[in-house]
């Protein structure tokens, strides 16, 4: 093959030169002349127009159905490894507008002639920009004698590109499937307080001096599985003082922020001098029922207590069930003290602000709760007074019951008839073992119905003070809307008047009311948050009381019925016996 002979015109039907030279390597002279003399993609491109390259291909390079032999039928297959005598890979200049990257074209001889290869096609760079390689497909065409397939569409590279982002799917999200956030539920509130554990016992009640000196003394024992605590299992000796300053404390401590602090129980002067009057041995059955009413009311003030957590970690709680020594007097007790005077008086103005002041409210939550906590005050009352009614019941029947089995006991004693005195006698003891019952049961219907009513009333009250607590800070809200107006009016007045001294006085006062107004808004705000997550709770453990309270009650009364049905199925075939 000559070096100098020029490649043959494309698409000439009328020159059939290059018929003569089909065994020929068309590509030889392309690598062997110079770079200018090559066929670029340019000038196919000027030629497109002039005829379809399709329709004026060469005889040899007519599209068949079999190929001739030595010609692959998938073009797209990779080279095999060039043999010795073969071309190597030549690297091309790529035509202006390229941004000067090369090319290679890899060649290879092959007996039967020149074959057009996947090899032999330019390695379009990924990275470029596609406008500049979107080339129409006479561009990039095999050249002359190089057997044409109709999938050489060599396009199909330059779309890899857009196509890959589309159908590369994206990173999965993480998603939690099942844990979601959220306020916790009723249910969920009962077990997590569930986790700590801790019970409070008040028992063996102590009288420890003489006279009007002499006091009660209490032994707290407490059981608990809550960490902070130092130990898990301990007792300490509480006077009843004792506990009113610490339910003293709590309330100036914990009110203010909006939580419900339990009542504690109510100081009686009558009971308690009763029982500074009487020594150990002449305690009568009402003093010893006094002191028993007011042990078990203080351990249901302290469980009420130490089932709320934040009550429960306060310091001085912690104090009052941990430190094994007297703790100091609490003087403002007494309820005929100064102190005791002045809480009362504080009482009756804030019942008389109750009654005058009406708040205009903006919530539709508290307008519902304050009614619904109306009515559960006025019902519990009726409830309350129905239940001591009950109890009064019981224990005159108790009482008749006892009668009855003595004047029963005293006949048996003078009747002759051997059969009939033993069944009076039988008589007088199951009437006297029936009393016994009807007593318990009486115990049972004021320990488990009248006082936890009488405990929820008192709740009830506390409920009420934080609900006016609210009500207070609304007040200094708008005393401080109502000062500001105020103080801004003044410092118009005085810009108008132009007395400058003034203006900056007014304006520091202007800016001080703001301040104030702003912190009222926020402490109000943050109140009324507080008391609908303590009246949460407060609903949780009110449905809690009064359903162990009835299961109680219940099981309470089955018991003494079967006793009793007992006691008589005894009797009866004594009273058979009778001839």
């Not at 060039?82 to 000067?100: D, I, K, N, Y």
């Not at 073992?433 to 006082?451: G, K, P, V």
Request: charged content about 25%.
């Amino acid at each position: 093959m000559a070096d100098s002979r020029e490649p043959p015109p494309l698409f000439n039907d009328d020159d059939d030169s290059h018929k003569d030279d089909d065994n020929d390597d068309l590509f030889t002279s392309a690598v062997q002349s110079p770079v200018s003399e090559q066929t670029t993609p340019e000038d196919c491109r000027r030629q497109e127009g002039a005829s379809d390259p399709l329709n004026s291909l060469p005889p040899a390079a007519s599209l068949t159905s079999h190929p001739p032999a030595g010609v692959h039928s998938d073009i797209f297959e990779s080279c095999e490894e060039p043999t010795e005598g073969s071309f190597s890979s030549v690297p091309l200049e790529q035509p202006a507008g390229g941004r000067g990257t090369q090319q290679e074209v890899s060649l290879e001889e092959e007996p039967d002639g020149v074959l057009f290869d996947s090899a032999s096609t330019p390695k379009l760079q990924l990275n470029q920009d596609p406008t500049e390689h979107s080339l129409p497909a006479s561009s990039i065409l095999p050249p002359v004698g190089a057997p044409l397939t109709p999938p050489v569409v060599p396009v199909t590279p330059t779309t890899t590109p857009n196509l890959t982002p589309s159908i590369t799917p994206a990173a999965p999200t993480p998603v939690t499937p099942v844990t979601v956030s959220s306020r916790p539920s009723s249910d969920q509130l009962e077990s997590e307080s569930g986790d700590d554990m801790i019970q409070i016992t008040v028992s063996d009640p102590q009288k420890i001096g003489e006279g009007m000196s002499s006091y009660m003394a209490y032994k707290v024992t407490t059981k608990t599985n809550i960490s902070y605590f130092r130990k898990k299992n301990w007792s300490v000796m509480r006077r009843f003082s004792d506990f009113l300053g610490l339910h003293r404390k709590l309330v100036e401590k914990h009110l203010h922020s909006g939580r419900i602090i339990p009542p504690a129980p109510e100081k009686s002067a009558i009971g308690t001098t009763k029982i500074k009057l009487s020594s150990d041995k002449t305690t009568d059955s009402a003093s010893a029922d006094f002191i028993e009413k007011r042990r078990a009311s203080l351990e249901r003030y302290m469980n009420r207590t130490s089932a709320h957590p934040t009550l429960r970690a306060d310091p001085d709680f912690r104090e009052f069930i941990e430190l094994d020594a007297e703790l100091p007097r609490a003087t403002q007790t007494s309820a005929l003290s100064s102190a005791g005077v002045l809480r009362l008086f504080n009482r009756v103005g804030e019942t008389v602000n109750k009654m005058t002041f009406k708040m205009d409210e903006s919530d539709q939550w508290f307008e519902e709760k304050t009614q619904q906590i109306e009515s559960l005050d006025s019902q519990l009352r009726k409830l309350n007074a129905a239940m001591d009614g009950l109890v009064a019941y019981r224990r005159e029947l108790a009482t008749s019951t006892a009668a009855f089995a003595k004047s029963a006991a005293v006949l048996s004693s003078v009747e002759e008839h051997s059969s009939l005195s033993r069944a009076l006698h039988q008589l007088a003891e199951s009437t006297e073992r029936t009393h016994t019952i009807h007593h318990a049961q009486a115990d049972a219907d004021f320990y488990l119905l009248s006082e936890t009513t009488k405990d929820y009333i008192h709740l009830i009250g506390a409920v009420k003070d934080v609900f006016h607590e609210r009500v207070k800070l609304f007040q200094t809200w708008q005393h401080a809307q109502a000062m500001l107006a105020k103080k801004r009016e003044a410092k118009a007045k005085a810009e108008l008047a132009g007395r400058m001294d003034k203006v900056q006085q007014a304006q520091e006062e202007v800016a001080e009311w703001e301040g104030k107004v702003e912190r009222s808004q926020e402490e109000f705000e943050r109140i009324s948050r507080a008391i609908k997550k303590e009246m949460e709770q407060f609903e949780v453990v009110r449905v809690k009381d009064f359903k162990d309270m009835i299961i109680k009650y219940l099981e309470a009364l089955m018991t003494s019925q079967q006793q009793i049905t007992k006691v008589w199925e005894t009797f009866i075939p004594e009273a058979k016996a009778i001839s």
